[in-house]
């Protein structure tokens, strides 16, 4: 994602909590994603998390319509809740559909302690502080996924043949997915210049660590099902 390395504060955020990006972008789960050999049974735990995961995420970009203070953020945060809505969501349930999962069955799921605990992290950091505040709490999950895709997808040893997750990469590497990854750094940027001076990073550092932190702890989560 060559294209965020041009932005004002992602790479700030991201090289200020580079020890925690890298434990939650090369987590084994991720490794394993790569090279097809993730359990089955730890995979479709996680997709069901997952879906519970994107409505509380949902609910925070509604959140941010709510914190925001101009038309144009709140254009913004509509623009990032259809992005879940619409697209992820719609993605999601199709896609674990080929895995025995359907809607009904999904949101019925008790939620794992690495959900409540990330969600209501997010939710938490929007409702004491302000639109930046969530949107860096938000950041490692839109963007981290888009790195992700992105870096499996280019990778030569990643299993394509006979992978049962080479949809899932290709579904992040893709460009409607990248498309939302970039929006994001975007809105981050916008927030940081009218919204923040210089003395703001070190606590926006830390709510991006700790974000990035229980992003791991998702993966953790679905490795220790198996």
């Keep these: 994602m060559a294209y965020l390395d041009d932005l004002g504060l992602f790479p700030k955020l991201r090289d200020a909590g580079a020890e925690f990006w890298t434990a939650y972008t090369d987590h084994a789960f991720v490794t394993q994603l790569g090279d097809g050999t993730l ?27 709510y914190k925001a203070e101009s038309l144009s953020e709140i254009r913004d945060a509509a623009a990032g809740m259809r992005a879940i809505v619409d697209t992820e969501m719609a993605l999601h349930v199709a896609y674990c559909a080929d895995w025995g999962l359907d809607e009904a069955a999904m949101e019925a799921l ?7 605990a990330y ?33 499996l997808a280019a990778d030569p040893a990643t299993v394509r043949s006979g992978n049962p997750y080479a949809s899932w990469i290709e579904m992040y590497a893709g460009e409607e997915y990248q498309s939302v990854a970039r929006a994001h750094g975007e809105v981050l940027d916008r927030l940081w210049r009218t919204r923040a001076g ?11 660590a700790q974000a990035t932190r229980l992003e791991a702890d998702f993966w953790q989560m679905g490795l220790e099902t198996a």
């Design 198 to 208: 210089g003395e703001r990073l070190a606590s926006l550092s830390r709510t991006f």
């Design 110 to 116: 008790p939620e794992a302690s690495a959900t409540i």
């Design 39 to 65: 359990p089955r049974a730890a995979f479709r735990h996680y997709l069901g998390q997952d879906y519970l995961f994107l409505i509380h995420f949902a609910r925070a970009y509604a959140l941010a319509a």
């Design 119 to 151: 969600t209501r992290y997010v939710l938490e950091k929007g409702g004491q502080g302000d639109l930046l505040d969530l949107y860096v709490a938000l950041a490692p999950c839109v963007i981290g996924y888009g790195e992700i895709g992105e870096r």
